[in-house]
């Protein structure tokens, strides 16, 4: 029996001015399958999603529906047609309730005079008790990132659509929120629903999705049924070349390096309490745990960027003193923050001047003026070492892709020769390509004498790039993992407090 | 979603700072275009004498507007200047008139207007509350202060000594101290905003501030101080105007706000921070001032002058928003 599938796209092509996005693709989604959709950042596929979402007008090509060809030229008509698209970047009212962003379509398009608030919390209650038990009450604002997030999907799956698709629906998403979702999506499967699912993690493709498609630079490269391939040949699909090495060497156990950073007894009297670390010279220090176990919570108080009530924080053996994170970068201990946009680069001001806001003090002159040749000059080695790939240094940082904006802000780290470097997920929502450039950095940083500390929630950075991972629950350290324990069920027994290995995921580590 | 089609378009992407030397060149192409057509629509538009008084009339504004953008950078606004301008010119006018030195009055006036601001810095980075707000509030109390100050009538300050009254009336070499002064300033803060490490700091502030914060920025001292240094200037412009005018009116300066903010936006300030240069703001004074010229010359009735001023801050703020779209 041959059906027609779901949903295909032919020969279709989309240029933003001379640059090809997408060149010539086809795309075929069979009723009731789990597709995942792969590339690097820049391969296509958010554009691909934009297309078929109404979002995005193709140049060329046709998009069929069930066999017949249609042109989506709005949102609103991919609506109309049965697809949701659940973006990668929430986009949600802030300063409205749960249950109002839940329902906003139908209430958009009710024709009643009066809400019937009772009814609207009544059902999104239900929806969401599905993903998560967030009071649909409560203001959006408020919420964490990851709880935004499932309200997104929270909202798609409200939409009776035939087509769902999911942008990196589990980027801020905790392990068991996301084995949630997982299962939601399995149910969606069965009830019919086709879904077409993008993301970066391996492991998730590989224990959710049927099949799986690669782009490569705007083209499509290959379908495949998941059971049929590797992610080692997924990824080599997406690359087009030999990743020979997803993580680098670890350090070979031998004595322990000098003691960098050493925390005893950290409180903040709210989010954790009683938290010791030590660091020593030469070894990435992992940070796991749940989001919002207060682990970017440690890290800040640690660089004084929120205050602490109690404990002390020892960098090279001489006691810090914190009023501000400014005393703690004179004292050579920086760190970077998870939300890039948000709060790690400033978008429109120039690949320059985001290097230099670490430090400013080594580039200004007696007569307080900034030696802007300096600067530049400091950006073009930074930028060098690093790899970015940019027009110049006086180019906005808005311009550049998500992996190389995380590498300026990591430059604006290193321009301050630090002694210890925290990093609160220092390869999220970046592509492969730049996650390795990335992690050979740290490794290279660390073997120079640099102190690193990742705070991670992708469980293969942590095993595969850590020499030492301490895991962090509600607020306190509930244990720690060497080199030789370090795997995807001790850190999730750890994080979770639950001796049960049947929550953990499927591991299909990629390295 | 979107860092695709900004990898896509990185190539072709004009950068920051041709940006906004783009922006400051279309506008003295227009204002230069607008010249050209005036001189052939009137014989005195072209004249020393209609030059020096449009310079005039934008130069103590103009020093306002200096305040006015690098608040604006920072992510704030002032709505006060108005009044504050207002404030400086009656508190040092009362204060001659009670025997002080004009010298040592107008002094104690700047400090006053830096107090006002000091206030709402306060109000800002420690209340917490924003910039538009508590500069309403302060527009409003302060133009009250003025009315309490003068009892409502207007000072008459003939008795100035002509050397203080110089700084208004004055000129050198034919060049009147006013427009001096006004140079200077705009020099100076141009120059600062370029190259000095503190006012970077404005720019970052603006920008984002989170950003700015996870770089060890103290970024309400930043806010704080910008917001002291508007008042300052709106204060020192209150003095100039007095020496000017051998008076100080209560009700000088109402809506001053409006037509500085609208200055500094069309010379490419954004109101969302981070974005604008003086010598930009001073070219969008430039060009309210030529129009209004314009219109006098050509004998249009004043009463259309602030619906044209209004349109041009519309088509400014549109092409703004345009360029800004398409950037992201």
Redesign the interface.
């Given at each position: 029996m041959t059906q027609a599938p779901i949903l295909e796209i032919r020969g279709l092509s989309k240029a933003?001015?001379?640059?090809k996005?997408l060149s010539d693709v086809q795309f075929e989604l069979r009723r009731g399958e789990i597709h995942a959709l792969c590339g690097e950042?820049?391969?296509?596929?958010?554009?691909l999603?934009?297309m078929i979402a109404g979002v995005l007008q193709p140049d060329e090509g046709d998009i069929l529906i069930d066999g017949e060809r249609v042109s989506i030229h709005s949102p609103a008509a991919a609506q109309r047609l049965g697809i949701a698209l659940v973006?990668?970047?929430i986009a949600l009212c802030q300063d409205a309730t749960v249950a109002e962003n839940i329902y906003m379509a139908a209430i958009n398009s009710r024709r009643a005079p009066l809400m019937n608030f009772q009814k609207l919390y009544a059902d999104a209650q239900k929806v969401m008790d599905l993903l998560a038990p967030i009071p649909v009450r409560t203001r959006v604002a408020d919420l964490s990132i990851s709880n935004q997030q499932l309200v997104e999907i929270a909202k798609a799956l409200t939409l009776d659509c035939k087509v769902l698709m999911l942008?990196e629906p589990t980027a801020a998403l905790t392990e068991s929120e996301a084995q949630r979702l997982f299962s939601i999506v399995r149910g969606l499967r069965d009830r019919g629903i086709s879904v077409i699912y993008i993301s970066h993690r391996m492991a998730e493709i590989f224990s959710l999705c049927d099949r799986v498609t690669v782009f490569r630079d705007g083209r499509y490269v290959a379908t495949d049924p998941i059971a049929a391939v590797s992610p080692d040949d997924v990824v080599r699909k997406m690359v087009g070349r030999e990743i020979t090495q997803l993580y680098p060497d670890k350090l070979a156990p031998q004595e322990p390096g000098r003691l960098l950073l050493s925390v005893e007894g950290l409180c903040d009297g709210r989010r954790f309490a009683d938290v010791d670390l030590q660091l020593r010279a030469g070894e990435i220090l992992g940070i796991g745990g749940l989001i919002g176990a207060g682990r970017s919570e440690i890290a800040q108080t640690v660089c004084g960027?929120r205050p602490m009530t109690a404990g002390t924080v020892a960098l090279d053996g001489k006691q810090l003193r914190l009023r501000?994170?400014?005393d703690?970068?004179k004292a050579g201990l920086v760190?970077l923050?998870e939300?890039r946009k948000?709060?790690?680069?400033?978008?429109?001001?120039?690949i320059a001047?985001n290097i230099s806001?670490?430090?400013?003090?080594r580039?200004?002159g007696p007569l307080?003026?900034?030696d802007?040749k300096a600067e530049d000059r400091q950006a073009r080695e930074l930028t060098g070492r690093l790899g970015v790939r940019?027009?110049?240094t006086?180019?906005?940082v808005?311009?550049?892709?998500?992996g190389n904006q995380q590498k300026v802000a990591i430059a604006?780290q290193l321009s301050v020769d630090p002694k210890v470097i925290i990093m609160d997920e220092p390869t999220r929502g970046i592509d492969v390509g730049a996650k390795v450039e990335i992690h050979r950095l740290l490794r290279q940083l660390a073997g120079s004498g640099v102190g690193v500390v990742v705070i991670s929630s992708e469980l293969p950075e942590l095993i595969g790039l850590c020499d030492r991972v301490l895991v962090v629950r509600e607020g306190r350290i509930a244990g720690e993992l060497t080199a030789g324990e370090l795997g995807e069920e001790a850190i999730i027994m750890l994080a979770s407090g639950v001796q049960d290995s049947s929550t953990q995921r499927q591991a299909h580590n990629v390295a | 979603m979107h860092a695709e089609i900004k990898a896509a378009g990185a190539v072709r992407r004009i950068n920051f700072a041709q940006l906004a030397s783009m922006r400051e060149a279309g506008l003295i192409v227009i204002i230069l275009a607008l010249c050209i057509a005036m001189s052939f629509a009137s014989p005195h538009f072209l004249t020393w004498g209609n030059f020096r008084a449009m310079l005039m009339s934008f130069s103590i504004e103009g020093i306002v507007v200096v305040g006015m953008t690098i608040l604006l950078i920072v992510g704030g606004i002032d709505l006060s200047v108005g009044s504050v301008v207002c404030f400086s010119m009656v508190v040092s006018g009362a204060l001659f008139l009670a025997g002080l030195d004009p010298w040592t009055a107008s002094l104690i006036g700047i400090g006053v207007s830096a107090l006002i601001g000091a206030a709402m810095g306060f109000f800002v980075t420690v209340i917490g509350l924003n910039h538009f707000i508590t500069s309403l509030a302060a527009m409003v109390i302060v133009r009250g202060m003025c009315l309490v100050v003068t009892k409502g009538t207007p000072l008459s300050l003939f008795t100035l000594p002509p050397a203080f009254k110089a700084i208004g009336q004055g000129s050198f070499n034919n060049i009147p101290y006013v427009i001096l002064i006004f140079v200077v300033v705009v020099a100076i803060f141009d120059f600062l905003l370029r190259r000095a490490t503190a006012f970077r700091k404005v720019f970052y502030t603006g920008s984002n501030e989170k950003a700015a914060q996870f770089s060890g920025i103290r970024t309400n001292q930043v806010k704080f101080w910008v917001t002291v240094l508007c008042s300052t200037l709106a204060g020192l412009a209150g003095v100039i105007y007095m020496a000017r005018f051998g008076a100080a009116t209560p009700t000088f300066g109402a809506g001053m706000e409006l037509n500085i903010i609208a200055a500094a936006v069309i010379g490419g300030a954004s109101l969302n921070g981070g974005s604008g240069t003086i010598f930009g703001a001073i070219l969008g004074m430039a060009l309210l001032s030529v129009v209004t010229s314009s219109l006098i010359l050509l004998d249009i009735s004043v009463y259309w002058q602030d619906m044209i001023k209004g349109c041009i801050l519309l088509a400014a703020v549109s092409i703004d928003h345009f360029l800004h779209r398409k950037k992201s």
């Open positions: 933003f001015g001379a640059v996005a950042n820049g391969a296509g596929k958010s554009t999603m934009n973006h990668q970047e942008d960027l501000g994170y400014g703690a970068v760190y923050s939300d948000g709060s790690g680069v400033f978008l429109d001001l120039p001047a806001a670490l430090d400013l003090s580039l200004t307080g003026l900034l802007r940019m027009a110049g006086d180019a906005a808005s311009t550049l892709s998500g604006r | -």
